[in-house]
């Protein structure tokens, strides 16, 4: 790969870099070679996760390359004055500072979907042979089919350490001495599936044997919570000294580093610990062993359990005599009232160790009973033990940051009142009640929040550890002066990078009306006017007209979102932008996002386009790539203020106005709620544009966008399109500028490149070939093994797995800081399995997406075809594509219709009409119902394909049960185009009377 001489330092970088890559890599040199900290901003699309590993590893490599040198020196002239000097100088700096030796880097971003990206830079690079290791929880790694069975992370972790500690791992045993095995030590990167994989292969645990490589890597892959959670830095055994650590997509780091130090409990939660401890004491006064051949001797004893019991009624006593006098909103205290309340139940620093060391006993306890009765796996003494650990981790004599970064909030449970069943046998009258009959306290259930407000504490904390430097970076991390200030962390070097596209690829405009000249503006009070919202569904009719491909629609609040669609469903604005492009809303649970991303990008490759609306700080504005053809434009329909009476809210902006001074530039309340806002729309606008020959336009929906405040804390590079002054423009200019911007785009740019794609859906069941030729198929239970690791790889599979062991630096430079491009297939979805001359479909299919179709015939010869002629191979069918199948309506089958076919068939566009408007209409539906009920729906719609009138009154039941909401009314008129000729007026008459 090409060198380049960046601060003295020879980088290997894929291509020549670009200007701003250079200027990236110079300051992350700089801040390595010096041992300083620097806050870097680069947008999305500059390859700047390419541009830091590259120089990082880069520098590292050097470093390396020195000592070494320097040893050397020492051991072939051990006796001269010089190699003398040398090595006292050496003894010297390593006594006195982390600055001497060779450095590891930890690598930390949000989530392991965002590091498997990093991954594949890193194994893109000249730096692939460097020694890494990838750090994963237990519910990615853990191979052993007794902890995948518990529900939940905390009851899996549970029951690995039980597992480890009583020796019955067989996985965790054979790590010791597999740890060096040539699969498991080899030159390959290995992220999270690949740990999984050859822990498989080898029944090694992946999540120990992991932890074996981290004394040896170079580079440690790890989520952020590994590093800011104490805790959870603690169990990883996490050596920060003499680290460099490396925080990629660090714009939410000030809310993790609040959210890592704040802490709640609820008053139910106490009582549910002092029922948990009452069974225990239960089982101890009987005599009663866990099972037969169990007389293992305990690690507490009755008296540990009587005093802990008597600590947790005190502790119950305190919180019932809190004062709430606002029930609404509920009551702020200072920090030390957290303090003042444990120590009533005798909860102080003295204790704390011994009382969580206790706690942890009592889960481990409670999890092998619970595997014999039916009794809770221990949940609320982990509860109990974080809100120790987090409370007293604070040291004493800091106590003065304490009071001032913390604060005490206590509100009312939702509930009021808690019930419990008559399992509850608490003998005092504890908040789950006591008696055989169900019972309500009259007590109030409150939670208790211990919040911090002070990002920086803990960052300090992270500093305090003696690390070398600390680089935080991220597409949108401006205005980078109030960020340094709320981290209060020493920065020595900064960037707010342009951005790596020309001016001729970005069309940014401020729609402050819409068409019918309504002001666009989303604040609270107009939010529930009927002419915005119209005028806003208007807007964006219009601009779907012209955007080719994907469109981005993002909402300040899913209230908001729901609150349109309600609107534009009613009105028939939501029928119209449908008929121009499928919509396909921001769904909230993980299986149907995926699947939802799935269609939304087979949607665009398919068809005219597509149009997806989600929510500011959702998955989609966060971390999805949506490149070329998959978003061509975005709009941005509002400012995503926080709730503005939350009460984290108003504490936080309080905290803010009485900190804030001249020398720690710390933000108003006011500005930082402002920015609050600003930050998520950077987000949503980065999902864009993603690599340099990308193009696309970026629309601002609300008329507050013109106030120089708000338009100063967007990301320089949008600034820059904005102009000086930036004003709203009237629509009608807008919609002939679009027009022009995209017939220009289109006529100048480069097409995406279609490099053979493999989407990971796919390679579950990719054909592999084995060294004697003969292909091999591997299952999808062999490589993905759980739920849980599915989602995990959620955004990879949106995104596309390129081979890219052969590119070549040519090939790299088109692609630079590219993602997906369309894929070039998917598994069949409902739409398309549809349209085949399927006899059944089975929708009980498992969540990798994948179904089973049983073909009547073949419409076409496959690749299938060609293996099944050779010899020694068996016959396998593979999913194909909708357009790669016959197609036929599904009513077609009915004699009546295809009478009424026979006499005037339809012409080549009309069936082409009849495909395309059937496809739509099933995607809404999608859209609109859950995964189950759309299965049930599927089925019916099959049933019906075939089947006679009470294959209808079936259909009519699961229509009327899933569309007969007044929202989901217009879906239900809508079905009736593809019914049967002789139900359609029985149809009405049933519709006539709801």
């Known amino acids: 790969m090409p060198e380049s001489i960046i601060a003295g330092i020879p980088v290997h970088f894929p291509f020549e870099p670009y200007e701003v890559q250079r200027a990236y890599m110079e300051k992350v040199i700089i801040c390595l070679r010096d041992g300083t900290n620097g806050v870097l901003e680069s947008p999305t699309g500059t390859g700047k996760t390419l541009s830091l590993l590259c120089s990082s590893l880069a520098w590292l490599r050097t470093r390396q390359s020195e000592v070494e040198k320097d040893k050397q020196k020492i051991k072939m002239e051990p006796n001269s004055t010089a190699a003398s000097v040398l090595s006292n100088e050496i003894m010297a700096a390593m006594g006195k500072s982390n600055n001497w030796g060779v450095p590891k880097v930890i690598y930390a971003s949000r989530t392991h979907s965002q590091l498997n990206q990093a991954m594949r830079e890193l194994k893109r690079s000249a730096y692939a042979n460097m020694r890494s290791v990838v750090l994963g929880s237990r519910d990615q790694l853990c191979i052993h089919t007794d902890v995948m069975r518990e529900q939940g992370n905390s009851n899996k972790v549970n029951m690995c350490k039980l597992k480890v500690h009583s020796k019955t791992c067989s996985f965790q045993l054979r790590v010791e001495s597999k740890k060096d095995h040539p699969d498991f030590r080899g030159p390959t990167i290995m992220d999270i599936e690949d740990l999984v994989k050859v822990g498989q292969r080898l029944k090694m645990c992946p999540y120990y044997a992991s932890k074996e490589l981290v004394k040896d890597a170079d580079i440690t892959f790890m989520p952020y919570n590994y590093l800011l959670d104490p805790k959870a830095r603690k169990a990883?055994?996490?050596?920060?000294?003499?680290?460099?650590?490396?925080?990629?997509?660090?714009?939410?780091?000030?809310?993790?580093?609040?959210?890592?130090?704040?802490?709640?409990?609820?008053?139910?939660?106490?009582?549910?610990?002092?029922?948990?401890?009452?069974?225990?004491?239960?089982?101890?006064?009987?005599?009663?062993?866990?099972?037969?051949?169990?007389?293992?001797?305990?690690?507490?004893?009755?008296?540990?359990?009587?005093?802990?019991?008597?600590?947790?009624?005190?502790?119950?006593?305190?919180?019932?005599?809190?004062?709430?006098?606002?029930?609404?909103?509920?009551?702020?205290?200072?920090?030390?009232?957290?303090?003042?309340?444990?120590?009533?139940?005798?909860?102080?620093?003295?204790?704390?160790?011994?009382?969580v060391g206790l706690l942890d006993k009592l889960v481990q306890y409670l999890m092998v009973a619970s595997q014999h009765s039916m009794l809770r796996k221990g949940g609320s003494f982990m509860l109990l033990s974080d809100l120790l650990n987090i409370v007293f981790a604070n040291k004493e004599d800091i106590m003065s940051k304490v009071h001032v970064s913390f604060k005490v909030h206590v509100e009312i449970e939702e509930s009021k009142q808690t019930k419990q069943t008559a399992s509850s046998k608490v003998n005092n009258s504890g908040w789950l009640g006591k008696g055989n009959n169900t019972t309500t306290t009259t007590k109030t259930a409150k939670v208790i929040n211990f919040w911090c407000f002070n990002p920086g504490f803990g960052m300090e904390q992270l500093l305090n550890t003696n690390v070398r430097s600390v680089i935080l970076t991220s597409g949108t991390l401006a205005p980078l002066k109030p960020l340094i200030a709320e981290l209060a962390i020493p920065v020595a070097h900064y960037l707010e990078n342009p951005h790596i596209v020309d001016q001729s690829q970005v069309y940014v405009k401020i729609i402050g009306t819409g068409p019918d000249r309504e002001q666009l503006i989303s604040n609270y009070k107009n939010r529930d006017n009927p002419k915005y919202i119209r005028s806003l569904g208007q807007t964006i009719l219009n601009v779907s007209r012209i955007v080719p491909d994907g469109l981005l629609v993002f909402f300040p609040s899913y209230p908001m979102m729901n609150a349109c669609v309600d609107s534009w469903q009613a009105s028939g604005l939501w029928a119209d932008i449908s008929s121009r492009k499928p919509i396909f809303l921001e769904p909230r649970g993980k299986d149907q996002f995926t699947s939802t991303m799935e269609e939304f990008y087979q949607a665009i490759r398919d068809s005219k386009g597509a149009c997806f609306m989600a929510v500011c700080r959702g998955k989609v504005s966060e971390g999805l790539d949506?490149?070329?053809?998959?978003?061509?434009?975005?709009?941005?329909?509002?400012?995503?203020?926080?709730?503005?009476?939350?009460?984290?809210?108003?504490?936080?902006?309080?905290?803010?106005?009485?900190?804030?001074?001249?020398?720690?530039?710390?933000?108003?309340?006011?500005?930082?709620?402002?920015?609050?806002?600003?930050?998520?729309?950077?987000?949503?606008i980065g999902r864009v544009i993603r690599h340099r020959n990308d193009y696309g336009a970026i629309l601002l929906c609300d008329s507050r966008f013109q106030d120089a405040s708000q338009v100063q804390q967007l990301s320089k590079w949008v600034r820059g399109h904005l102009g000086a002054r930036p004003q709203s423009t009237p629509f009608g200019p807008i919609v002939r500028e679009l027009r022009q911007f995209f017939k220009h785009a289109e006529a100048t740019m480069v097409k995406p490149d279609e490099r053979a794609e493999e989407p990971l859906l796919q390679s579950v069941f990719k054909q592999e070939t084995s060294p004697d030729s003969k292909p091999r198929f591997e299952t999808a239970s062999k490589i993905i093994n759980n739920k849980s690791r599915i989602a995990l790889n959620m955004a990879t599979k949106v995104e596309q797995v390129y081979s890219v062991e052969k590119w070549t630096p040519e090939e790299y430079a088109k692609a630079a800081g590219g993602g997906a491009q369309g894929a070039k297939s998917t598994p069949m979805d409902f739409i398309s399995r549809l349209n085949t001359n399927a006899t059944s479909i089975d929708f009980n299919s498992d969540n990798t997406g994948l179904v089973k179709i049983h073909k009547r015939e073949r419409s076409s010869p496959t690749t299938s075809d060609s293996l099944a002629s050779q010899p020694n191979i068996k016959k396998r069918y593979k999913l194909v594509n909708a357009a790669d199948i016959k197609s036929e309506p599904f009513a077609s089958t009915s004699q009546s219709q295809s009478q009424s076919n026979l006499t005037n068939p339809p012409s080549e566009s009309q069936s082409s009409d009849l495909h395309e408007s059937r496809t739509d209409f099933l995607r809404q539906v999608r859209g609109a119902i859950n995964t189950d009920q759309f299965r049930k729906f599927g089925s019916a719609l099959l049933a019906y394909k075939t089947g006679g009138y009470e294959s209808f009154d079936s259909l009519m039941l699961i229509l009327l049960d899933l569309l007969g909401t007044p929202e989901l009314r217009h879906l239900l008129h809508m079905m009736r185009r593809y019914l049967k000729n002789e139900h359609k007026e029985e149809f009405d008459v049933r519709i006539a009377s709801l």
């Open 236 to 355: 990883n055994k996490i050596e920060l000294n003499n680290t460099i650590v490396i925080l990629d997509e660090a714009h939410n780091i000030e809310k993790i580093c609040e959210e890592s130090a704040s802490v709640q409990i609820r008053s139910s939660d106490v009582a549910m610990a002092m029922e948990d401890l009452t069974h225990i004491m239960k089982i101890f006064t009987s005599g009663e062993t866990l099972d037969a051949g169990s007389d293992e001797p305990k690690d507490f004893t009755l008296d540990d359990l009587t005093l802990l019991k008597e600590m947790l009624i005190d502790l119950e006593k305190a919180v019932d005599e809190i004062v709430v006098e606002n029930k609404t909103d509920g009551q702020t205290y200072p920090a030390s009232f957290i303090y003042e309340l444990l120590a009533k139940a005798n909860f102080t620093y003295g204790n704390c160790a011994t009382i």
């Open 626 to 684: 949506f490149a070329d053809r998959n978003g061509r434009a975005v709009i941005i329909t509002g400012l995503p203020f926080p709730p503005l009476k939350d009460p984290k809210v108003i504490l936080k902006r309080r905290y803010l106005e009485s900190n804030r001074t001249r020398e720690n530039q710390l933000l108003s309340g006011q500005e930082w709620y402002s920015l609050e806002a600003t930050r998520a729309v950077n987000q949503a």
